[in-house]
């Protein structure tokens, strides 16, 4: 029997949380035919926001936005999973849209969002594979470090 995806999560030492709630007059994931487009996320664990600042600077640095965009991701699957019931109802995931909250000069986004991206392919396999789009950002949103949005097909 293969593992669900939620089962390669947990094997994997990440943990799906309780989807956030909105931030502001948006819904956080929608619905279209098979396919789930989810809201920017951003690192949240419960209410607290985690990685606060801009990658490159004095604060945080490359490691730092990998963990973030792993939090994003999780958050995103969340959302994901409140939509359809069971992750095991994604066929694939589509595009991964990265933003990352950038100093002056850093210019490894794709890197930052690599975690993401190489954790969507270790709990989904080859399905997991995706297009993707990286960005620095000048400012972000409650001065998150990193921002990202999931597009999955669905069954």
Request: charged letters at 20%; proline letters at 6%.
């Amino acid at each position: 029997m293969s593992q669900t995806p939620e089962e390669r999560i947990q094997e994997l030492g990440q943990t799906l949380p309780t989807p956030p709630k909105a931030v502001g007059s948006y819904i956080p994931a929608t619905q279209f035919g098979n396919v789930i487009v989810t809201s920017g996320q951003l690192p949240f664990i419960g209410s607290d926001l985690m990685f606060k600042g801009k990658i490159g600077g004095d604060h945080l640095h490359e490691d730092d936005g990998a963990n973030a965009a792993c939090l994003c991701l999780m958050n995103a699957l969340a959302q994901v999973k409140a939509v359809v019931g069971e992750l095991s109802r994604v066929k694939r995931i589509i595009r991964l849209e990265g933003y990352v909250h950038s100093a002056p000069g850093f210019d490894r986004q794709p890197y930052v969002l690599n975690a993401a991206s190489q954790l969507l392919t270790d709990i989904f396999g080859d399905p997991g594979k995706h297009t993707r789009v990286a960005l620095g950002i000048a400012e972000m949103p409650l001065e998150a470090a990193v921002q990202l949005a999931l597009w999955v097909e669905i069954e």
